[in-house]
């Protein structure tokens, strides 16, 4: 069974259009997470939420839109996407206490042309 | 802020001999938790070890194993009996123990593994 899953694992767009990202966890974590790695690997985190409660809102454009049905989800929705948008988008959850390693989703490449 | 700082772009390592990676690390804080992950060219993250900075024992996990530094911030990973399938980017990661923190990444080390 896989743990933390994405969907799609590729995107390719042209600049303008709205896509989203959905990912799904069943591990049963409380806390989901949306990271972003660039052209050099960089890896940084973008939003978290902990039982469908926004908690790390990092330094993003408002195009960038999480949401969080039930705990187990955790969707991006981009607006208007621009070049530098193009990147690997990664999912990944965690739980309380001695289970508070994050575990990672497949990831996302999202190309923008 | 918090910064995670990993000095060697690139590493290589022949095959079956053993290999370490370095990190340091910045913070104020006296609690935290310290991570490797491994990602190979599948892009999947994979967490290789993790170390509590309260405990003095470094952690270990079959070949994987930590040299944590808490005075001097620095949490380097050793790999023994280098394999092919250990070829990948591994990434040293920070977070703090408290509520449901971000972890912050270094830049990664890509390590290749000389048959």
């Known amino acids: 069974d896989t743990a933390v899953s994405q969907t799609p694992k590729y995107l390719v767009t042209q600049m303008g259009n709205d896509k989203s990202i959905k990912c799904e966890q069943n591990l049963g974590h409380d806390t989901m997470y949306w990271y972003k790695q660039d052209s050099k690997k960089f890896l940084k985190i973008m939003f978290s939420?902990?039982?469908?409660?926004?908690?790390i809102n990092e330094t993003v454009p408002n195009r960038f839109s999480p949401k969080s049905p039930d705990k187990a989800h955790l969707n991006l929705h981009i607006n208007s996407l621009e070049l530098g948008d193009s990147a690997v988008y990664f999912c990944?959850?965690?739980?309380?206490?001695?289970?508070?390693?994050?575990?990672f989703g497949p990831g996302t490449r999202l190309t923008v042309t | 802020a918090q910064t995670v700082t990993q000095s060697q772009p690139e590493m290589s390592v022949q095959e079956a001999e053993t290999v370490t990676l370095s990190c340091t690390y910045d913070t104020s804080e006296s609690d935290y938790y310290l991570f490797w992950y491994k990602q190979p060219p599948s892009r999947q993250m994979i967490l290789v070890i993790r170390q509590e900075a309260y405990k003095q024992q470094n952690a270990t996990e079959n070949r994987f194993s930590v040299n944590f530094q808490k005075a001097a911030k620095s949490f380097s990973l050793k790999i023994s009996d280098s394999q092919l399938g250990d070829a990948a980017m591994y990434f040293c990661?920070?977070?703090?123990?408290?509520?449901?923190?971000?972890?912050?990444f270094g830049t990664g080390t890509r390590l290749t593994i000389i048959p």
């Open positions: 939420y902990n039982n469908k409660e926004l908690i």
């Open positions: 990944a959850s965690s739980g309380q206490g001695v289970h508070y390693e994050q575990y």
């Open positions: 990661a920070y977070r703090i123990p408290f509520g449901n923190e971000k972890l912050t």
